[in-house]
């Protein structure tokens, strides 16, 4: 190899490595996004169902939509410096989609590992967690959040 075809080499090894550090970036606020967004739902659940006294079939959905609203302003805000939509209202239907979409995969995950594989609710839940998490800022981060289609 030729000095100058490896100088050559060295601008997209260094365009690979700042673009891998940006989502790195990227996902560690996300992490710290998703955390906030959880607490916020699940300090809303268990208020409502032992402060309030509402059931938790009502308040498990409630807890939800505003765990939603929290992780979208916080990911808008903070953690993803591009957006692909111009239009806020689709942008947050697909978020939410998204959202509900993992959640869904949460349940079957859990599902499979309780009722197939004979693994505890709270073994089944943890393994869903890293998997959940990797989809949604997976999928909001290649459909979302990256620069315009």
Excluded at 10 to 30: C, F, S, T
Excluded at 51 to 60: E, I, M, T
Excluded at 89 to 94: L, N, T
Excluded at 143 to 149: C, E, V
Aim: with cysteine.
């Amino acid at each position: 190899m030729t000095a100058k075809s490896s100088s050559a080499a060295e601008p997209r090894v260094l365009l690979a490595w700042g673009a891998y550090a940006h989502a790195l970036r990227e996902a560690m606020r996300y992490l710290g996004a998703s955390a906030v967004a959880l607490a916020a739902d699940a300090g809303v659940y268990v208020a409502l169902i032992r402060g309030a006294g509402v059931d938790y079939l009502v308040a498990a959905p409630a807890a939800f939509a505003l765990g939603l609203a929290v992780i979208y302003v916080i990911s808008t805000r903070w953690v993803f410096a591009r957006r692909r939509l111009s239009d806020a209202r689709v942008e947050f239907a697909i978020f939410a989609t998204i959202g509900v979409v993992g959640l869904c995969l949460n349940q079957l995950v859990i599902y499979a590992g309780v009722a197939h594989l004979g693994v505890s609710a709270e073994a089944a839940k943890l393994a869903s967690v890293s998997l959940v998490f990797g989809f949604n800022f997976v999928s909001r981060k290649l459909l979302l959040f990256t620069g315009s289609a």
